[in-house]
């Protein structure tokens, strides 16, 4: 079984920065897709960053320019470190990856379990 393991969350006060990690445990996966979305209260889920094939990446519209998302395609990990962070940006995020398992040929969508950010004074 694979799944996500996410970790970096916490309070933070406008204008800080803080860094979600965000690794795959279990079986041997092969990524196709991995990264973040978030879902703040009474909003729908939305696109933060996301990396495609290992190379593209493709932000969402309200965190470019302040967030940046890295990936280590050995270690299934990613990366996303948010800067200059606003009140808006409270939301509970989410990894996100979709791949292969190379055990056994099959195709998943996985997500974590989330993790909270806070931007508060």
């Known amino acids: 079984q694979v799944e996500l393991v996410e970790s970096g969350g916490g309070l933070v006060q406008p204008g800080g920065s803080l860094t979600l990690s965000c690794v795959t445990s279990?079986?041997?996966?092969?990524?196709?897709?991995m990264g973040w979305y978030r879902q703040a209260p009474g909003k729908q889920r939305e696109l933060v960053a996301v990396y495609e094939n290992g190379r593209a990446t493709n932000y969402g519209e309200p965190v470019k320019g302040r967030f940046t998302i890295s990936i280590n395609n050995a270690q299934n990990r990613v990366n996303l470190l948010m800067s200059s962070l606003k009140p808006e940006d409270t939301a509970v995020y989410y990894c996100n990856a979709e791949g292969v398992v190379l055990t056994t040929g099959r195709y998943l969508e996985l997500w974590g379990q989330g993790t909270l950010v806070t931007v508060s004074s």
């Open positions: 279990g079986v041997i996966f092969s990524i196709r897709t």
